[in-house]
């Protein structure tokens, strides 16, 4: 959608290598999102923040870390503790309250050298 | 926990033929969304039920929130090529979340 920038679009790591994915949105929304995909699965919900300096995690949030200093970024860290990392990673916002819609960017595929 | 499931997981149907996906909560839920992601690409909305036994039509869409909005259903008719894709439904949970379902991966075969 646009208005949710994530970078890079592929990534590559190796062992032992933490990876910071990249999550900007000029939306305004409260409300971000990071998401894991697997092939051929549904979405899996790694942290969220609904609000600065606050985040909270989901439910496969092992080995990952996230921060969200400023309302448009929500950066996701994979670190070297997540054994299985090769995925598809979602970032998504949206307006803080029930009933509304999540916007999505287009997500990085990343990979294990 | 919460358990959204889908059904079917694949779906492969000829050009013009009809498709329907069914999503069933193990919660009463206060609304359901259904979103769909092309391939490669992400997922994006494509409407939110509320109330129960609700229908709403997009074109050759038509979704439907059941009457004790624990399961709801979309419905394609006539499908297009430009209808691949995977459906997924998504409904809230107590921390003012999403909880997607395991999705419906549709295949239309020209």
């Known amino acids: 959608d646009g208005g949710i920038t994530q970078s890079p679009k592929y990534l590559f790591r190796k062992e032992g290598q933490n990876v910071t994915l990249s999550c900007e949105q000029n939306?305004?929304?409260?409300?971000m999102y990071w998401y894991r995909q697997d092939p051929g699965q549904g979405l899996r919900l790694i942290y969220y923040?609904?609000?600065?300096?606050?985040?909270q995690k989901g439910d496969i949030a092992e080995g990952y870390s996230v921060s969200r200093e400023k309302k448009e970024s929500f950066p996701l860290t994979v670190t070297s503790a997540q054994k299985n990392p090769t995925a598809f990673y979602l970032c998504?916002?949206?307006?803080?309250?029930?009933?509304?819609?999540?916007?999505f960017g287009d997500g990085t595929r990343l990979s294990i050298l | 926990g919460q358990q959204v499931m889908q059904i079917p997981q694949y779906q492969h149907v000829q050009e013009g033929e009809d498709f329907t996906t069914y999503c069933n909560s193990s919660?009463?839920?206060?609304?359901i969304q259904w979103y769909k992601q092309r391939p490669g690409g992400h997922p994006v909305f494509l409407i939110q039920?509320?109330?129960?036994?609700e229908v709403k039509k997009q074109k050759r869409l038509t979704f439907q929130f059941g009457e004790a909005k624990k399961n709801s259903s979309l419905h394609i008719t006539a499908t297009q090529t430009t209808d691949v894709g995977t459906y997924f439904c998504?409904?809230?949970?107590?921390?003012?979340?999403?909880?997607f379902g395991t999705g419906t991966r549709l295949t239309v075969i020209p």
């Open positions: 998504a916002s949206r307006i803080q309250g029930h009933n509304q819609p999540q916007h």
């Open positions: 939306l305004n929304h409260d409300a």
């Open positions: 923040s609904q609000i600065v300096n606050d985040f």
């Open positions: 919660t009463t839920l206060s609304n």
């Open positions: 039920l509320v109330k129960s036994g």
């Open positions: 998504a409904g809230p949970t107590g921390a003012n979340n999403l909880f």
